[in-house]
């Protein structure tokens, strides 16, 4: 059973509109807001199951703040007021880049 990556740093660079955040294994990753935007773990961007529906994202989203969710998540806050995904640290670690 492999393990699941764990963040060992995590940065909000507002300047920069963007996410970064380095794991155990040394893997940096860094996030603009539009990707993590578009990317939501939410049922509102992923769909209830079925296709995935068409969600209209403003290319200049921003990240407006974080919180931690226990050991195992962060909830990204937009601008836009969507702030209902849960992103593990597994989603986070695999999810393609732009």
Request: charged share 25%.
């Amino acid at each position: 059973m492999s393990k699941e990556p764990w963040p060992t740093d995590i940065k909000l660079k507002k300047s920069e509109n963007t996410l970064s955040i380095t794991f155990d294994d040394g893997k940096v990753l860094v996030f603009s807001a539009k990707n993590l935007r578009e990317n939501s773990p939410s049922a509102e961007v992923q769909g209830h199951g079925g296709q995935k529906p068409e969600v209209h994202i403003n290319p200049n989203v921003r990240i407006a703040s974080i919180e931690a969710v226990g050991n195992y998540a962060v909830r990204i806050l937009f601008d836009d007021g969507h702030a209902t995904g849960l992103y593990s640290w597994a989603w986070l670690y695999n999810l393609k880049k732009e």
